[in-house]
């Protein structure tokens, strides 16, 4: 009994070592933006955007290219952790591509885009994009934004393990600065050591003839926090907005809010029981002078609580789809169209969002 209790005394003893010490490492290692930081503005490109020039604009969340159809995820209810094979990983960021090449934007902005991480066999997604396409607009100017920045995370089992992530945005038209704005973490330590660090990039596009910028800010806000974290980075938001209007620029806000427009009526896609309930942004609590996009005709994301390829009634009704990519534009951004391209969540676990604008 004695030798009993001596063993598993010196197990919880290890135990708590090899915590404290994983706990220790995390903590020194922490990624700790500063509030604003400049980012690099990589590649040249000589056009600027011209006021009554139409412009098409894509946003995706690209699910770091392991996200497909054939993915679950243990955070959304799922199994899965690592989720795809580094050949499924490519055939994704392929399919990504031949995206790209069809709608052939002047300006794309991506989320969970990795550039070294164990769960995407630390492929330079940005570097693979601008590798395989010859689509002018990855091959101008591009800037990238981290949001994940980890060492390795050590949960759950098997490990997620390394991180690097962020926001990235390709333009072929010149891009005069940009800058990484931090927003608030709703995460206490020790989560906030390994959890996302998400932040606004900003970029700023000068306008032929005009004393103003078009003002782009990509962006992809909280989704697993109790509700806080969505308040106080949809409260940012609006100051930032709030901010370039008052200079007369003209702004668009694009990507993943994981929340829903209050002007968009979501009825057609019912919250299914047990599963993840996106937040809400109420428009009206915004300046008037900002408008809210969303394309409700198709969803804009997926559940990862199971398979979409394994689902044997993929309807709205037998599986759980969102609406949560969108823009926001200032009234000077003349919207001629937005729309969802139904991709049927092959390679991300969502569809691009497009949107089509000129400057007044």
């Given at each position: 009994m004695k030798k009993a209790i001596r063993v598993i005394t010196v197990f919880f003893?290890?135990?708590?070592?090899?915590?404290?010490?994983?706990?220790?490492?995390?903590?020194?290692?922490?990624?700790?933006?500063?509030?604003?930081e400049t980012l690099e503005i990589s590649g040249d490109a000589k056009n600027r955007i011209k006021t009554g020039e139409s412009v098409t604009l894509l946003s995706w969340n690209l699910g770091y290219g392991a996200l497909g159809d054939n993915a679950d995820f243990f955070m959304d209810g799922g199994r899965m952790v690592y989720t795809a094979d580094k050949e499924r990983v490519?055939?994704?960021?392929?399919?990504?591509?031949?995206?790209?090449?069809?709608?052939?934007?002047?300006?794309?902005?991506?989320?969970?885009?990795?550039?070294n991480s164990d769960r995407s066999y630390f492929i330079d997604e940005m570097e693979y994009f601008m590798s395989n396409s010859g689509l002018s607009a990855l091959h101008g100017e591009n800037v990238f934004a981290p949001n994940l920045k980890v060492a390795f995370i050590p949960l759950p089992i098997p490990p997620i393990g390394k991180v690097y992530s962020g926001l990235s945005l390709f333009s072929r038209y010149d891009i005069t600065s940009a800058q990484r704005l931090k927003l608030p973490c709703p995460f206490k330590w020790p989560l906030r050591?390994?959890?996302?660090?998400?932040?606004?990039?900003?970029?700023?596009?000068?306008?032929?003839?005009?004393?103003?910028?078009?003002?782009?800010?990509?962006?992809?806000?909280?989704a697993y926090d109790s509700g806080e974290g969505k308040v106080a980075q949809a409260k940012m938001l609006k100051e930032v907005l709030d901010a370039e209007i008052e200079k007369g620029n003209y702004v668009i806000a694009s990507g993943d809010?994981?929340?829903?427009?209050?002007?968009?009526?979501?009825?057609a896609y019912p919250v299914l029981e047990g599963l993840w309930e996106a937040g809400r942004i109420?428009?009206?609590?915004?300046?008037?002078?900002?408008?809210?996009?969303?394309?409700?005709?198709?969803?804009?994301?997926?559940?990862?609580?199971?398979?979409?390829?394994?689902?044997?009634?993929?309807?709205?009704?037998?599986?759980?789809?969102?609406?949560?990519?969108?823009f926001i534009t200032s009234s000077n951004v003349d919207v001629e169209s937005v729309h969802t391209d139904d991709l049927s969540f092959v390679t991300s676990d969502h569809n691009p969002v497009i949107l089509k604008f000129k400057l007044k």
């Open positions: 003893i290890m135990a708590i070592l090899v915590v404290g010490t994983v706990v220790g490492f995390l903590t020194v290692d922490e990624y700790n933006p500063k509030d604003i490519l055939s994704n960021l392929e399919g990504d591509i031949e995206e790209f090449n069809k709608i052939s934007p002047d300006i794309i902005c991506t989320q969970e885009t990795d550039r050591t390994f959890n996302l660090k998400r932040c606004l990039e900003i970029a700023r596009f000068p306008v032929e003839g005009s004393d103003k910028e078009l003002v782009i800010i990509n962006l992809h806000l909280e809010y994981n929340q829903v427009f209050s002007s968009t009526d979501i009825s109420e428009v009206d609590e915004f300046n008037s002078d900002l408008t809210f996009w969303a394309d409700n005709s198709v969803p804009s994301c997926r559940s990862l609580d199971r398979a979409l390829s394994l689902a044997p009634d993929r309807s709205p009704e037998g599986f759980q789809y969102y609406v949560i990519d969108g």
